[in-house]
T-cell receptor
Framework: NAGVTQTPKFRVLKTGQSMTLLCAQDMNHEYMYWYRQDPGMGLRLIHYSVGEGTTAKGEVPDGYNVSRLKKQNFLLGLESAAPSQTSVYFC?????????????????FGPGTRLLVL | KQEVTQIPAALSVPEGENLVLNCSFTDSAIYNLQWFRQDPGKGLTSLLLIQSSQREQTSGRLNASLDKSSGRSTLYIAASQPGDSATYLCAVKSGGSYIPTFGRGTSLIVHP
């Protein structure tokens, strides 16, 4: 299993340009998440999805859109990039697994995409 | 709104020391708590997951405990090694929520 993969690994954009970040997971997980990580701010949730065809806003959704057309993919779009969107973007996935002592849910993260907006 | 705090923000210790990292949360109605490790320029790797019904989990030299009533979790690292140098983050998932809340992490350096 590849786990969670992200494409691209690094990108430089000019202000106003658009791009799409791709996240793919091969673990058949229901839940997928997009975070951004900035120095001093920690991890902040942008959008998330609890299943194919569903999306929901997280803590910092403005300026981003997402789509979950297929269960294994979660796309993050920037329609008009701004310097404030310079960050490292992480995708994660999880699923609830039944165990003897109850349900268990572990998040698995991708390697990240570094985005620089000039 | 759940808030997660990690203390200390940074820690430097000599190799071989046993150490404790702290994570506190404001809402005790949690579903689970997860500890992660993040190496510079890399993604997060799950270390331990504690369900709300559990009090601790162990993996190798790592032991994580959970005390919901006091809103605290600790990550104990035994016999620290230079390879343990990384940032350690805890994430709390509240009951009834799909969204985990992350602390800002503790940056650990273990020097030879």
């Amino acid at each position: 299993n590849a786990g969670v993969t992200q494409t691209p690994k690094f990108r430089v954009l000019k202000t106003g340009q658009s791009m799409t970040l791709l996240c793919a997971q091969d673990m058949n997980h229901e839940y997928m998440y997009w975070y951004r990580q900035d120095p001093g701010m920690g991890l902040r949730l942008i959008h998330y999805s609890v299943g194919e065809g569903t999306t929901a806003k997280g803590e910092v959704p403005d300026g981003y859109n997402v789509s979950r057309l297929k269960k294994q993919n979660f796309l993050l779009g920037l329609e008009s990039a701004a310097p404030s969107q310079t960050s490292v973007y992480f995708c994660a996935s999880s699923a609830i697994q039944a165990e003897g002592s109850g349900n268990k849910e572990t998040q698995y993260f991708g390697p990240g995409t570094r985005l620089l907006v000039l | 709104k759940q808030e997660v705090t990690q203390i200390p923000a940074a820690l430097s210790v000599p190799e071989g020391e046993n150490l404790v990292l702290n994570c506190s949360f404001t809402d005790s109605a949690i579903y689970n708590l997860q500890w992660f490790r993040q190496d510079p320029g890399k993604g997060l790797t799950s270390l331990l997951l504690i369900q709300s019904s559990q009090r601790e989990q162990t993996s190798g030299r790592l032991n994580a405990s959970l005390d919901k009533s006091s809103g605290r979790s600790t990550l104990y690292i035994a016999a620290s090694q230079p390879g343990d140098s990384a940032t350690y983050l805890c994430a709390v998932k509240s009951g009834g929520s799909y969204i985990p809340t992350f602390g800002r992490g503790t940056s650990l350096i273990v020097h030879p």
